[in-house]
């Protein structure tokens, strides 16, 4: 069974850095590409950033770029988001995903398998 765990969501002040983890079990974890989406009240699921199998490909949102960065580590199983200079409009429920081939993918069809998400709140 297929299991994606998000950690590291909570309270954080504007300006302020957040690190999101996400664990993966019951898959071949370098084989997939992953993907960190968020989805605000009223407000579909988007992108926010993506990485290859290998981590050599990544894409960020325009709304996070030079803020979020994506990174993994196939031989912990793990992705991970580091959010810089959050702001408000980033409170969000931030899910996790998996997608194979582990090509970089920026579509949700693409991805097979996702976390039960983790709340980030941005306030003063």
């Known amino acids: 069974q297929v299991q994606l765990v998000e950690a590291g969501g909570g309270l954080v002040q504007p300006g302020g850095s957040q690190r999101l983890s996400c664990v993966a079990s019951?898959?071949?974890?370098?084989?997939?590409?992953m993907g960190w989406f968020r989805q605000a009240p009223g407000k579909e699921r988007e992108l926010v950033a993506a990485?290859?199998?290998?981590?050599?490909?990544?894409y960020s949102a325009d709304s996070v770029k030079g803020r979020f960065t994506i990174s993994r580590d196939n031989a912990k199983n793990a992705v991970y988001l580091q959010m810089n200079s959050l702001k408000p409009e980033d409170t969000a429920v931030y899910y996790c995903?998996?997608?194979?081939?582990?090509?970089?993918?920026?579509?949700?069809?693409?991805?097979?398998?996702w976390g039960q998400g983790t709340q980030v709140t941005i306030t003063s």
């Open positions: 995903a998996a997608g194979w081939p582990g090509a970089l993918a920026t579509e949700p069809k693409s991805y097979n398998y």
């Open positions: 019951g898959l071949v974890f370098s084989g997939y590409a």
């Open positions: 990485i290859n199998w290998n981590g050599q490909s990544t």
